[in-house]
T-cell receptor, first 116, second 109 residues
Framework: EAGVTQFPSHSVIEKGQTVTLRCDPI?????LYWYRRVMGKEIKFLLH????????ESGMPNNRFLAERTGGTYSTLKVQPAELEDSGVYFC??????????????FGAGTRLSVL | GEDVEQSLFLSVREGDSSVINCTYT??????LYWYKQEPGAGLQLLTY?????DMKQDQRLTVLLNKKDKHLSLRIADTQTGDSAIYFC?????????FGSGTRLSIRP
């Protein structure tokens, strides 16, 4: 079974440009999460989808970030325009649903974003 | 202070035991986790413990939870070079996972 996949693995862009990150969750997982780790600090929650609906987007830093999950399958996270402080590693995770075992979140390898 | 705190670095000799410590602030946390990140790889769930447990053992890994002190530890017995990674302590918090900054474990020959 394929795990959570993220694309690209690394993106280098200039300040002011736009970047779109993609996440393909494990097939059948209704829950999809975005997290990011900036400057070697803690991994912070960005938002949570249940199918195509945003369940919690309290961690989104500002309106330059837009996440979508059309059709409830893969998700994209767009940063427009990118700023220097957006540099970091963006992780995606998915889980089946609620309940002890189904709450386990499986993470992708992350996308390393470098804004120059 | 931060919600989940852990030391940034730990260096141990190959074959010794590694103990990574973590403290957290929210006593209502139901699940606590240890994730491992190897270079270039994603976050791998190593183990988790439910808040009504004191200890959980899985092969070389032992997790100890002191709920009163809000202290979680991960012990890796017979540490090997393949254990070199960043270890993240985390807790479940209202439908999302709250992580610490990670402890980088390095192994000396």
């Amino acid at each position: 079974e394929a795990g959570v996949t993220q694309f690209p693995s690394h993106s280098v862009i200039e300040k002011g440009q736009t970047v779109t990150l993609r996440c393909d969750p494990i097939s059948g997982h209704d829950n999809l999460y975005w997290y990011r780790r900036v400057m070697g600090k803690e991994i912070k929650f960005l938002l949570h989808f249940v199918k195509e609906s945003k369940q919690d987007e309290s961690g989104m830093p500002n309106n330059r970030f837009l996440a979508e999950r059309t059709g409830g399958t893969y998700s994209t996270l767009k940063v427009q325009p990118a700023e220097l402080e957006d540099s970091g590693v963006y992780f995606c995770a998915s889980s089946q649903g609620t309940g002890l075992a189904k709450n386990i979140q499986y993470f992708g390898a992350g996308t390393r974003l470098s804004v120059l | 202070g931060e919600d989940v705190e852990q030391s940034l670095f730990l260096s141990v000799r190959e074959g010794d035991s590694s103990v990574i410590n973590c403290t957290y602030t929210d006593s209502s946390s139901t699940y606590l986790y240890w994730y491992k990140q190897e270079p270039g790889a994603g976050l791998q769930l190593l183990t988790y413990i439910f808040s009504n447990m004191d200890m959980k053992q899985d092969q070389r890994l032992t997790v100890l939870l002191n709920k009163k002190d809000k202290h979680l530890s991960l012990r890796i017995a017979d540490t090997q070079t393949g254990d070199s990674a960043i270890y993240f302590c985390a807790r479940w918090g209202a439908s999302k996972i709250i992580f610490g900054s990670g402890t980088r474990l390095s192994i000396r020959p």
